[in-house]
Nanobody, 123 residues
């Protein structure tokens, strides 16, 4: 099991940028695939982006070209750089982990979750 703590959420105007961080315990990145999900009020949790043990990335179509997932193995930290934010990006954002080489896009593809960080994009 790995502990995940997100940070970096906040209020931003449409068109702006935010960078989310997910600090992890232990030697996570050598063993885990990681992902970001989001959940808007009244909506199901949805896939945003993932990064494999080999740093291969995958994005939801709705964020492709605007968001970038990255990891710093030395700091055991996962990032989500979000640019050109839109009001529909408003949600709680969660990082997730699973000890597999290539993580999936479904919530049950992941074992461990952070507590979430709130992102609000005003129009």
């Amino acid at each position: 099991q790995v502990q995940l703590v997100e940070s970096g959420g906040g209020l931003v105007q449409a068109g702006g940028s935010l960078r989310l961080s997910c600090a992890t315990s232990g030697r996570t990145f050598s063993r885990y695939g990681m992902g970001w999900f989001r959940q808007a009020p009244g909506q199901e949790r949805e896939f945003v982006a993932s990064i494999s043990r080999f740093h291969i990335t995958h994005y939801a179509e709705s964020v492709e070209g605007r968001f970038t997932i990255a990891s710093n193995d030395a700091k055991n930290t996962l990032y989500l750089q979000m640019n050109r934010l839109k009001p529909e990006d408003t949600a709680d954002y969660y990082c997730a982990a699973r000890p597999v080489a290539v993580p999936g896009v479904r919530t049950n593809d992941y074992d461990d979750w952070g507590q979430g960080t709130q992102v609000t994009v005003s129009s």
